[in-house]
């Protein structure tokens, strides 16, 4: 399955494909894979946000 590509007006149906395709991404993934893979994510959105913060300033 491939990413999906998101609405500029993120809509319901946005949030409708992301969650398929994360299921898609992790239905085969042991516990701690899932652990490890959310925790990937969640620093590089952390990461992200410092990044704009930063930028603001």
């Not at 949030?15 to 701690?32: C, G, P, S, W």
């Amino acid at each position: 399955m491939e990413k999906p590509i998101l609405s500029p007006n993120f809509t319901i149906e946005d949030i409708h494909k992301l969650r398929e395709y994360n299921y898609f991404v992790t239905k085969d993934m042991t516990a701690q894979e899932r652990i490890d893979y959310y925790n990937q994510k969640g620093r590089a959105f952390l990461k992200e946000i410092e990044e704009s913060r930063l930028q603001k300033v």
